[in-house]
């Protein structure tokens, strides 16, 4: 049987080092290439085709666990995780081999066993268990938004307005008027519905600035904002929202 | 606690030491001397009416101090005092007949003793209310701004912690000279990121050394992929600020501009001053926060926070990425202002 193969892809030089002088210790006939970060990985994945990869999670350009998915069937993979990024139990429950840093050498021993001992049969299918270790997406608290050349970061809670604008979206708040390169509806979908109502095809607003809603001499309803003279129309279609206003 | 405060200014306002009392008695007898010796008994009387009910009312509102609340101590000042009145007024008009002067009519004389105690005896208690109440404001504020110090402050991530000593450990082994480098920038940082609590102001220089420890760390970490650069101007270095606002800044241009992308970055802080005004600038040219139009910061939301409750609209935060592809962390402080803020 020819040697086999390992590669270690973690993107600090020392860590990645120490992980490599492990390895070599204890498992002497193997090769070992290092990766310093997520697109070499995938690099060498391609055309060296390693038998085992210890894969840090936390890399630039490809992490980890998207890596773990592109080797697929072909490579036996073992986790290298930082203390408390992930929750191990995960882990444990989709039976995957993982280190945890900084390493333990009687861990590293035992997970180099594991993976030795498995080396004939394929590797077990991680599909499942990325899709679950992917963190969830939390709700945005910022959008980035252009004016003139610089792009500024906005905190939501600081959005008076949004107002389709052409193709673009214009958010406004007490100190600033920029331009968001998404739809109204697109961005109506991103947000928090109970933080943002939409009031007219053109409009939505952050409900926590609404002062009041009244309507004009010819019937048609507006919103009034607090601390803002901008006065926004409410169409047919959403006044059920200021039902018993 | 509010009557707590109130007890204590009820104190503080009626209450006297024996001999002020004493000297106040005889300033009375003074008063009252001189009326009778310049035979101005109606004043006298007066003085008698408007005096006595003021101080039953003094010495109702001692003696209930520590049972009284703000309203219920203003509610029994005004009875005592419209009581009092009513109480005196049988006796003015007696004494005044008794010597045979015209007395005033009973609606002024009412008038007279209600408005005097009021005045004297109130106000100063309506002002201590409000100054209690503004004070028990600051202290609350006070107190959420030094809890959420202390979190932030008890907030050196045990991941960092580890990270850094795997790295202190492999140096060990095969460059030990650089090992105990690391270990000095890792004591130095702890050092200042864990002061005692009474500290709550800092200095730039000393934040800029904060920092510096910290990207040294990390430039040790990292290896050729992070260079930095710090420019603190000396003649700025003693400007008061609040500690670990720029540590959150550049903790936050390492850890999305640094870690997520691939090949070198480069960090600069720099601070400068302009009148009043303190602007330091965090710039990296890292990944920034890329392609994606919606983030969530929660770091960041929590800086601005601080800063809106230390200095209101005198402070400002902004985070943009201008044309070089810089990502610009951007935090203006009054520099004059800085010093009386954590008093």
Redesign the interface.
Same mark, same amino acid.
């Given at each position: 049987m020819t040697a086999p193969r390992i590669l270690v892809a973690d993107?600090?030089?020392?860590?990645r080092?120490?992980l490599v002088e492990a390895l070599e210790r204890l498992w002497p006939d193997a090769q070992i290439a290092a990766a310093?970060?997520?697109?070499e990985a995938l690099r060498l994945g391609r055309e060296w085709m390693p038998d085992v990869a210890f894969l840090d999670i936390?890399m630039?350009?490809l992490d980890g666990l998207e890596l773990a998915r592109v080797f697929g069937a072909r490579t036996h993979v073992v986790f290298v995780t930082?203390?408390?990024?992930h929750a191990l139990a995960a882990f444990d429950e989709g039976a995957v081999d993982y280190v945890v840093?900084?390493?333990a050498l009687e861990r590293l021993a035992r997970a180099v066993e594991r993976v030795r001992a498995r080396l004939a049969s394929p590797p077990p299918d991680l599909t499942h268990l990325v899709s679950r270790l992917r963190p969830a997406?939390?709700?945005?608290?910022?959008?980035?938004a252009t004016v003139g050349?610089?792009?500024?970061?906005i905190?939501l809670?600081d959005v008076l307005y949004f107002c389709a604008d052409a193709k673009y979206t214009r958010v406004v708040t007490d100190g600033l008027e920029a331009h968001?390169?998404?739809s109204l509806k697109e961005l109506a979908d991103?947000?928090d519905p109970a933080a943002f109502w939409q009031i007219h095809r053109g409009y939505m607003v952050a409900v926590r600035r609404i002062a009041s809603a009244a309507r004009a001499e010819d019937g048609a309803l507006w919103v009034h904002l607090r601390g803002h003279p901008a006065r926004l129309p409410v169409s047919q279609r959403f006044q059920y929202l200021f039902r018993g206003m | 606690m509010t009557d707590d405060d109130c007890a204590r200014a009820i104190r503080r306002l009626y209450g006297c030491a024996w001999r002020q009392g004493l000297l106040s008695l005889l300033c009375l007898a003074l008063v009252a001397g001189g009326a009778l010796l310049l035979r101005r008994y109606a004043l006298l009387a007066l003085f008698g009416a408007i005096v006595v009910p003021g101080f039953v009312t003094c010495a109702l509102l001692l003696v209930a101090a520590r049972r009284l609340g703000w309203t219920s101590a203003m509610t029994l000042l005004l009875a005592a005092t419209g009581a009092g009145a009513w109480a005196v007024l049988p006796a003015y008009q007696s004494v005044l007949a008794a010597w045979g002067v015209q007395a005033l009519p009973d609606q002024q004389v009412l008038a007279c003793v209600v408005g005097v105690n009021v005045a004297v005896l109130g106000l100063p208690l309506w002002f201590a209310r409000t100054r209690a109440h503004a004070q028990q404001l600051a202290d609350l504020r006070n107190a959420a701004l030094a809890a959420e110090l202390k979190a932030l402050q008890a907030q050196v991530?045990?991941?960092f912690l580890?990270?850094t000593?795997?790295?202190t &450990?492999?140096?060990a082994r095969?460059q030990p000279p650089r090992a105990v480098e690391m270990l000095e920038h890792l004591i130095a940082y702890l050092h200042s990121a864990l002061p005692d609590m009474r500290s709550q102001a800092s200095t730039l220089g000393r934040e800029f050394e904060l920092a510096g420890h910290y990207l040294a760390l990390m430039a040790? &970490?990292?290896?050729?992929?992070l260079q930095y650069q710090l420019d603190c101007p000396p003649a700025l270095a003693a400007v008061s600020m609040p500690p670990l606002l720029l540590m959150t800044l550049v903790e936050n241009a390492v850890c999305h501009g640094l870690?997520?992308?691939?090949g070198t970055v480069r960090i600069a802080v720099t601070a400068v001053r302009d009148g009043d005004v303190l602007t330091i600038v965090v710039a990296d040219d890292g990944?920034g926060?890329g392609e994606?139009?919606?983030?969530?910061?929660?770091g960041?939301?929590n800086l601005?926070e601080r800063l809106q409750a230390l200095y209101g609209a005198r402070a400002g935060f902004?985070? &943009? &990425?201008?044309?070089a592809g810089l990502t610009e962390a951007v935090l203006t402080l009054p520099a004059a202002a800085a010093l009386e803020v954590m008093a």
């Open positions: 993107d600090e030089p020392l860590l080092a120490e310093q970060d997520g697109i936390r630039p350009g930082a203390y408390g990024e840093k900084p390493i997406p939390r709700a945005p608290a910022w959008l980035q050349n610089t792009i500024h970061f905190d809670a968001i390169r998404l991103s947000l | 991530e045990p991941h580890y990270n000593l795997a790295n &450990r492999y140096l095969h040790i &970490r990292f290896g050729e992929r870690e997520p992308k691939p990944a926060i994606t139009t919606l983030g969530s910061g929660v960041l939301r601005r902004v985070l &943009r &990425r201008g044309d």
